[in-house]
């Protein structure tokens, strides 16, 4: 099971960027999805996620209204659309996924690193000022 997660760069702030995971191994569209972040010296910290269905989405206060998520199931994939991005948007991009069966949280549940099981390698983002 493999999640690998794409799309990062430097951009500059207000820019945009895509973020990609792919999933290989198993199929993701059952489960639980989502997008946390790591910026140096910091301790990760949850970007948005996306239930099971692609009905509900969460997302961090700080991203909220510039950050959207979304899920392709026919492609096992899911995406990250990044707007408007600013300089303390910098980081580690990391995907990740529960290993539940259309599982549905309480809502402060979707924002805990620990209800996720599978984790992609990173993907850095730069934003210049």
């Known amino acids: 099971v493999q999640l690998q997660a794409s799309g990062g760069g430097l951009v500059q702030a207000g820019g945009s960027l895509r973020l990609s995971c792919a999933a290989s191994?198993?199929?993701?569209?059952?489960?639980?999805m989502g997008w946390f972040r790591q910026a140096p010296g910091k301790e990760r910290e949850f970007v948005a996620a996306i239930s099971w269905s692609g009905s509900s989405t969460y997302f961090a206060d700080s991203v909220k209204g510039r950050f959207s998520i979304s899920r392709d199931t026919a492609k096992n994939t899911l995406y990250l659309q990044m707007n408007s991005l600013k300089p303390e948007d910098t980081a580690v991009y990391y995907c990740?996924?529960?290993?539940?069966?259309?599982?549905?949280?309480?809502?402060?549940?979707?924002?805990?690193?620990?209800?996720?099981?599978?984790w992609g390698r990173g993907t850095l983002v730069t934003v210049s000022s």
């Open positions: 990740a996924a529960d290993q539940g069966f259309r599982r549905t949280y309480t809502s402060g549940t979707y924002y805990k690193a620990t209800t996720y099981d599978y």
């Open positions: 191994g198993r199929t993701f569209s059952s489960s639980v």
